[in-house]
């Protein structure tokens, strides 16, 4: 007797599903982290594999574009617009509005409301709390497209403290050599920075070339990193007994060699990943990560409670086979253009 409601509900992908440009909403007519340059796009984030230059209209938080324009040389060709945490903005037929994704300054979860329906977009995303921005809010939704990056069972971070604690246990044990610390540019550096503060470290840190741009805008931002300077300016600095922060790929290159008998550390969420930690040359591997680890991945998916998972960027099977196995109707979604800028 009962009419079924399944002809009237709406299929999410008919009006958000995957193009080779990227994740395209087609009742806003925009794409959400294009791998190419498009008329209109969603940003999730500041990395390179979400972020690129040449879009007509860029619309994401005022972090981001920040971001965006210290990377991009201002981007005088893109049309900007910001859009703060909890605002909301129409484009054509959809209501899209930012929460925060806990991953770096400014990243958000981009929220899609479209006839009654809503899909999030989360981006790339942590549950564990980091210093240098607000913590990830879980929106009910029907659609959680989720990422996957450390979507093995096996993964499992350690505390933060507990791996910074080896940083300075390691720079007391050895006061004559210098600590080359690999992080990556945009976040991963700003938040080893402040994890040290927050142990009491409060000598000067030092800091690559390659780093200095994107500290000085997490500071106009409002995140004190506290004593940092490049080591270019330093000319009778020995570094000994310093920390130095530097580029992953700087550990192995000349730039290197100045320094007195380093003893290299990588931060990394592959970190726990030998082989990788090996291939980086990393002597004291430290996991930190800016993704979710499987606990934090599942318990997400619990928190958000969407009746609908699609995953993307990274392990898809092992989350795909989780979520179905609590009922979820999950499956991969396959995107253009990702990497994996933590590794
Ligand atoms: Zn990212
Ligand atoms: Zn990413």
Not at 39 to 52: E, L, N
Not at 79 to 84: I, N, R, S, Y
Not at 183 to 197: D, W
Not at 244 to 257: K, M, N, T
């Amino acid at each position: 007797m009962a009419i079924t409601t399944a002809i009237e509900t709406l299929n999410p992908r008919t009006w958000l599903y995957p193009t080779p440009r990227g994740l395209y909403c087609e009742p806003g007519d925009f794409y959400i982290d294009p791998a190419f340059a498009v008329p209109r796009a969603v940003i999730t984030h500041g990395h390179g594999d979400h972020a690129r230059p040449g879009h007509r209209k860029a619309l994401a938080t005022p972090e981001t574009l920040a971001i965006m324009r210290t990377r991009f040389q201002d981007m005088p060709d893109t049309d900007q617009q910001a859009l703060k945490y909890g605002e909301s903005v129409r484009i054509g037929e959809v209501e899209v509005c930012f929460a925060p994704a806990g991953h770096i300054l400014g990243s958000a979860q981009a929220v899609l409301a479209y006839k009654g329906q809503r899909i999030v977009v989360s981006g790339d995303y942590k549950r564990r709390p980091d210093p240098t921005c607000p913590p990830f809010e879980p929106v009910p939704c029907d659609v959680f497209i989720t990422e996957a990056t450390f979507a093995l069972p096996v993964f499992h971070h350690p505390s933060d403290a507990g791996e910074i604690g080896k940083l300075l246990r390691s720079v007391s044990t050895f006061p004559e050599r210098t600590h080359l610390v690999g992080v990556y540019a945009l976040g991963k550096c700003q938040r080893v920075i402040r994890l040290l503060r927050e142990s009491g470290y409060d000598k000067r840190i030092w800091l690559h070339g390659g780093l200095m741009s994107l500290c000085k805008l997490y500071q106009e931002h409002g995140v004190d990193l506290g004593d940092v300077a490049p080591v270019s300016e330093a000319i009778l600095e020995t570094f000994k007994g310093a920390i130095v922060l530097c580029p992953p790929s700087a550990i192995a290159d000349r730039w290197s060699r100045r320094f007195a008998d380093p003893i290299a550390a990588v931060c990394s969420g592959w970190m726990n990943v030998r082989a990788r930690a090996r291939q980086r040359g990393a002597e004291l591997p430290l996991v930190i990560s800016d993704h979710a680890d499987w606990p934090e991945l599942t318990q997400t998916l619990k928190d958000v409670g969407a009746p609908k998972v699609w995953v993307t960027h990274g392990r898809e099977e092992a989350l795909v086979h989780y979520a179905r196995g609590i009922g979820i109707d999950a499956e991969a979604l396959h995107l253009a253009g990702r990497d994996e800028e933590d590794s």
